[in-house]
């Protein structure tokens, strides 16, 4: 059991990794750093949270672990104030989407202190936000992405994993610009293809909104999801982004041109092996 | 109650009428039109069918409706025959999902003979296809898109409509190109993204479909469809798809203009604006 547990940002994210480690006895004491204190006073009702602050200096100090739950790009900035202020010997990860950023502003500050910093990735959320949508059991049966770099210790990945899988989660390694490049294609891709399919809509015939079957649906439910945070997230992860755009569009190319060529055969075999890959991932 | 039903075609659709009809007492008598009978025998024994042939011209013989359920191309070949052997005063309609096509040819039959024709667009499927698939309850709840042209007689679309009423559906009407852009726009481009989707993970990142998540899974589900089905579908509605397909690409640069520019506030702006349209459709 850690003595002190550090997480800094009580969002959706931030509060299920406080809610689980309380669940699982991950740790005796938590403590939550957050802008505005009043904001997740339900954390300390509820019990998720022994203390919060919104000063980081003294928020992580003498914790093992500090988790960053903040905003991606927030993340970054933050990490210099953890850096400074955290224990020796302390554990430091983080919940983002992205990856690759928050890897070399710890790269640099590695060579000026060194402490245990690997990168996290929970693909478990919502299309709902803060503290009031977190949930103990976010975690269980959700594949968390540790992304070690060359120069990460193994024991900091082993520690950081374990305490992952402790709250259910099954555990994958990646390094940060795979990543990247992994949830560019798999999940920024597709809320920025949804987003412009709804956007369609409005410049094609905006009347068709009526009209919109379970197909539609499916495929633009992420465009649902809240702004501030895809904006974080898309602005983050940007140039791995515009590139699987690009790959994207190529995709897209080569349909219309079978369709404007009119080679049906081509146009099915494509339609097969889309369909082939698509069902191996049920 | 009609006397005598003929349904061109037994497949999830075709099969679905017959099955939906038998169990609302529609008709008395229920004729299969099939390219292999054999291949439908199962709707013999199960009673969705009392008779069928290979033969178009003495399957619609003598009946009241007919119904074309053959894939979209197809009843456009199919259209001339059983116009010239339907009976006098018989009504047709079909289940296709692109309406222009089948339109132009009716109104170029009802020059040399006056029958009553109508299309009607069924949004209910399934990924599945074949007899095996089809279900009496398919239409019960679901939405049927009837699309009278300027000549098409009011009472031919009263009945037709109502004859969807007494299988559980919901009629609205659209004139058969707006219903081909509305389909376009949220059926058809969804599909052709989601294909794209998948598509491009294999040119960016191919061990990336290990890390698909819930989102990219909802995104990208109707990928899995029926490859035949969907290459005549793309190809019947081609016109109205490649245009929906521009406006598309036009929201897809926009948002990736706002991403290089950094112009968070406008991006942010814009998914804002996505999430309401996309909130207001469930």
Partial sequence: MIERLAIVGIGLLGG??????????????????????????????????????????????????VVLAAPVLANERLLERVWAAATDGALITDVGSTKAGLARAAGRLHATRRLGFVGSHPMAGSEQSGYGAARADLFRGALVIVTPTETTEPRVVKAVSELWERVGARVATLDPDTHDRVVAIVSHLPHLAAVALVDAVRRFEPGATAFAGRGFKDTTRIAAGDAAVWEEILFANRDALLASCDAFRAALDDLE??????????????????????????
């Fill in 257 to 282: 041109h079978l369709m404007r060529a009119g080679d049906a055969a081509a146009l099915r075999d494509r339609l097969v092996q889309v369909k082939q890959t698509r069902e191996a991932m049920r």
């Fill in 16 to 65: 299920s990794v406080a809610k689980a480690a309380r669940a699982a006895s991950l740790a005796r004491e938590i403590v939550g750093i957050a802008r505005d204190p009043r904001r997740v006073e339900a954390a300390l009702r509820d019990g998720a949270l022994d203390r919060v602050t919104d000063d980081v200096g003294s928020g992580v100090r003498d914790a093992e672990l």
